[in-house]
């Protein structure tokens, strides 16, 4: 039938025949009849009343059959469609957000329909995707939106919580968390943040409610591993080391229960990253804001660092972006995590590095707020760095560099989301060091001149020094005051969100040797030669 006659067609379809077309779509797509769903919801793509969720459906089913590029096109265009449904909004903001597209999620979220949606189920929806996409400051509009419309689940309470210590509100993130637990009493993640929250004393601390907790789920319990954590935290502030190493050690074998993790495959994806090096590199610098790259191991001082960089006249903070990854996916059309993968390496030797360029700063110059430069904190980036300098030559590589006992410990000390599975067993984590090491020596060698290592020492033993530094490395003058943090304003949405409101210290520098006797593994494993943590 030709394109004109089917549109008129479609332009004649009646409220009735649209929705039968809709169930029609969803029961093919509930059988698994797929290229039957895609055909009627192609059909309603073109019916104004049913633009948005027809589309919504068309990517849903692109991704599934793996083809990321239809899918970002169909996201997006659910997301240009005239729609005033708060429900179908929300759910293609989530959608955005699956897909990377995070200025379109964010000014989605932002449109009038959803902004005054007024059931609090849609607007603590929004709020917490956009918290999961570190907007703290946009997804605390929603949040308190959704408590002042009625909501009062405990998992709004915890979003609450976290919006408020992420603005630096510890007291009302304390009393979010409270509120969280009178409503579910084994809510793990709201025990463990009230644990980060601040410093347990003799006086003030948690620990007998997170002793009875514990005592009260199995073993197997799956949220098992936060409280145990939890109560390290308290315990090694109240320096019961021995009482405190206990509970971390139950904590890391929990979680190791959890998470899968191959050290050889690691060890594969390393090697192939080691073939990476500057030939056919994209030579032709975009115009508009650059990127800086604040790279290296988790824990190890990026937070820190960027928010010294926070307060230079010529840097944004633009926070952990993952845009990256989501980018080499959209040229190699290849699903998958952001982080690479044996497939995705695999497939990213065939793009171009200048249209990844191009499609990076697409996606992220408008977090530069007007400024010259912005950093990119996402310290797994370092697994990038060769495509990086490839695809961008005016991008700069800013590398904290840790003593490898003291990151090594940092890391095992924290409990990650959903990354870092190499965090719960010391000689596993001592395996990721090293290669982590071999990788950062040889894109030191492939891209030299790109790269200023920061030693995490210096930035918090002398940070003036270290910022005078870091400033002359991009091209920028010097700039005093820069270490003066405490004050500063602006949200922190990383695991160092309550240490980044105090002044520069160096209270964790040599932290490790407070249980040097339970971290002989992790020191056996390193090496008694290993050098500071990714110095190249």
Known sequence: MPARRRLADTARMTADDALATWQAAETFRSRGQLPEAGAAYTRLAAHADWQAPARLRLAQLALARGDLREGVAQALLARDADESDPVVLEAIVELLCQVGELEAALSLAQSPALANAPDPAVQMGVGQRLQDQSFPAEARFFLKRARALGGDSPGLHYQLGLSALYAGDHDEANTAFEACLARQPLHAAAHRQLAKLRRATPEANHVARLRAAIASVPADYPDAPPLHYALFKELDDLGDTEAAWAALEAGMQSRRRQVSFDPAQEQAVFDRLMLVDGQGANTQAQEGPAPVFILGQP????????????????????????????????????????????????????????????????????????????????????????????????????????????????????????????????VEMAGHLRRYQALMAHWHAAFPGRILDVAYDALVTDPEATARRVLDFLGLPAQAGLADIAGRQGAVATASAVQLREPVHRRFVGQWRRYERHLQPLQDALGAGSGPAGAG
Not at 319 to 340: H, I, K, S, Y
């Open 299 to 426: 824990r190890s001082g990026t937070t820190l660092l960027e928010r010294i960089l926070a307060g230079a006249d010529d840097v944004a903070d633009a926070g952990e972006l993952r845009d990256f990854g989501f980018q080499v996916r959209w040229c190699a059309n290849t699903m998958g995590r952001p982080g690479p993968d044996l497939a995705l390496l695999e497939a990213a030797e065939k793009i171009d590095p200048a249209e990844l360029g191009q499609r990076y700063l697409g996606h992220t110059q408008w977090q530069a707020r007007g400024k010259r430069l912005y950093t990119d904190k996402l310290p797994a980036n370092f697994l990038w760095l060769g495509h990086i300098a490839r695809a961008l030559p005016q991008a700069r590589f800013l590398h904290l560099v840790r003593d490898p006992m003291d990151v090594g410990f940092s890391n095992l000390k924290e409990l990650f989301a959903d990354a870092y599975p190499h965090s719960y067993d010391q």
